[in-house]
């Protein structure tokens, strides 16, 4: 399982021209080494309401999996899932998409969300992925 995701974004050349000149001048190994820098650096500058939202909502941080097993137990005791994750969630590949649709109540990723494209599929259908 992949904790890390691939995103693209457009930088303007002045910005992009100040980021080569750093890394040149060995600040940064390379362009990506450099953005990785930033986003770090504005993720500490914003620490206290990341935290506030993390406790307000009651997010679960971190890396979070459930398996066929899992969804049967859910499904034997009548519960529904409610995840809310700030991080990575994976649903296992073994998990049939009905049993997903009928024990998940809602799923809300700021990150990763990891599942069979038939699994996201009736999820994101029934309105049940925010």
């Known amino acids: 399982m992949s904790e890390t995701e691939k995103i693209t974004i457009n930088v303007g050349a002045v910005d992009l021209g100040k980021i080569d000149l750093l890394v040149e001048q060995g600040h940064y190994s390379n362009r990506t080494d450099f953005i990785r820098s930033a986003i770090r650096s504005q993720l500490d500058k914003h620490v206290i309401e990341v935290q506030q939202s993390v406790t307000r909502h009651s997010f679960g941080v971190g890396a979070f999996n459930h398996n066929l097993a899992d969804f049967e137990r859910y499904k034997a005791k009548g519960e529904k899932?409610?995840?809310?994750?700030?991080?990575?969630?994976?649903i296992?590949?073994?998990?049939?998409a009905a049993l997903a649709d009928e024990v998940v109540e809602h799923i809300k990723v700021y990150g990763i969300f990891q599942a069979s494209p038939a699994v996201k599929a009736i999820l994101e259908k029934s309105g049940k992925v925010k």
């Open 81 to 90: 899932v409610k995840i809310d994750v700030i991080g990575v969630y994976n």
């Open 92 to 96: 296992s590949s073994d998990v049939p």
